[in-house]
Structure formats: C-alpha cells, structure tokens
C-alpha cells in the first residue's frame, strides 16, 4: 500500500472515531463523567489504531507529521507516568487531556475536522 493509500485509510479511520465520539454525546443518556471517560476511550483507541497503519520510516508529510504527534503523546505520557507527587487522579486526567489534544491535532491534520 503506498502512503497515499494510508493517509486515506487514515483519514477514513478517524472520521469514524470522530461520529463514534459524537455520538456518545448525542444519544447517551450517561453521566458526564461516564461520557468523558468513554469519549477518552474511543480517541485513544482511533490514536493506537493509527500508529499500526503508520510506515515505520514514513516520506509523505501528513504521516510524518502524525508520526511526531503520537512519538510526542508518548513521551508526555511516560513524563507524566515518572513523574513523583502526583495524586493519580490528577494524573488521569492530565493523561486524558494528552489524549484528547493529540487526537484532535491528528484529525485536523488529516482534515477530520
């Protein structure tokens, strides 16, 4: 598959994970707290998903431009997880809001959004 095919797929990929984030919102009859959690739950998993499609050593700049956002999710993630002094519920939600932040960079740079 050559990359042209992969951003595609990509981008197919998150316009899915973005109506299936949506429509946690608009059909759930769930707490905010339930919804936010599911919704954190479903980008994290459109976020994994991507990074499987992603070519180790990617040429084209859309995929070289997700592959920095998910190495830099990573890295903050592992900051994050080392970092001493943190209530864990505190870090949980710092950790949702990586999550959140990169998905949205990455479907905008896919043009989701």
């Known amino acids: 598959m050559d990359e042209a095919q992969?951003?595609?797929q990509l981008q197919q990929?998150?316009?899915e994970a973005v109506a299936e984030r949506r429509g946690l919102v608009a059909f759930?009859?769930?707490a905010a707290a339930d919804l936010d959690?599911?919704?954190r739950r479903a980008e994290q998993e459109?976020?994994?998903r991507v990074g499987a499609l992603l070519p180790a050593a990617p040429g084209h700049p859309v995929l070289q431009e997700i592959s920095r956002?998910?190495?830099s999710l990573r890295v903050a993630l592992r900051e994050l997880e080392d970092r001493p002094g943190i209530r864990?519920?505190?870090r949980s939600l710092a950790r949702q809001?990586?999550?959140w932040e990169t998905f949205e960079r990455v479907a905008a740079v896919l043009r989701v959004l």
């Open 6 to 8: 992969v951003v595609a």
């Open 13 to 15: 990929l998150m316009a």
């Open 28 to 30: 759930s009859r769930l």
């Open 37 to 39: 959690r599911m919704a």
């Open 46 to 48: 459109a976020l994994d």
């Open 69 to 71: 956002l998910l190495a």
């Open 88 to 90: 864990e519920e505190s």
């Open 97 to 99: 809001e990586l999550v």
